[in-house]
């Protein structure tokens, strides 16, 4: 019984490590290029289709392709998020109020009746 009970808390050891690595897609995050959501979303004609760095909370996942993770942002600033093509990156559910970094291009996100904007990244990293 007592080796039973040891190996259930290693094992539970061994999932709270795995849980609390971060999650890396793509490249490296450039953290020399962070520029700060607030600044892009109050001057994106500036940063469009430029490379930065952004870092956010995660507010939604795509549910059906896993492609996309929405930033938080105030209500006054436009929308934004982290787009891949269906397939490149696959954003687990679980980042979901988690912080991420993400390295990439910013482009204007299609449709809507307000401004709004993600970014394609080549990079992305969500802390545990």
């Keep these: 019984m007592n080796k039973i009970m ?3 808390a ?6 709270v490590v795995a849980q609390a690595e971060p999650v890396q897609f793509g490249s490296d995050v450039q953290q020399d290029k962070l ?14 289709q430029q490379g930065v760095t952004v870092q956010g909370t995660i507010t939604a996942v795509c549910e059906k ?3 996309w993770m929405r930033f938080a942002t105030a209500e ?7 787009k ?21 291009t910013l482009q204007p996100w299609p449709g809507g ?12 990293l969500i802390e545990p």
Excluded: N, W
């Design 35 to 48: 520029v700060a959501l607030t600044t892009i979303l109050a001057t994106p004609e500036q940063y469009l």
């Design 76 to 82: 006054h600033e436009p929308a934004f998020r982290i």
């Design 6 to 8: 040891t190996l259930l």
């Design 84 to 104: 891949v093509r269906d397939g490149d990156m696959v954003f687990p559910l679980s980042a979901k109020g988690k912080t991420a970094y993400a390295t990439g």
């Design 10 to 15: 290693a094992a539970s050891c061994v999932v």
């Design 113 to 124: 009746d307000t401004p709004r904007y993600q970014l394609v990244p080549s990079a992305v």
């Design 65 to 67: 392709m896993h492609c």
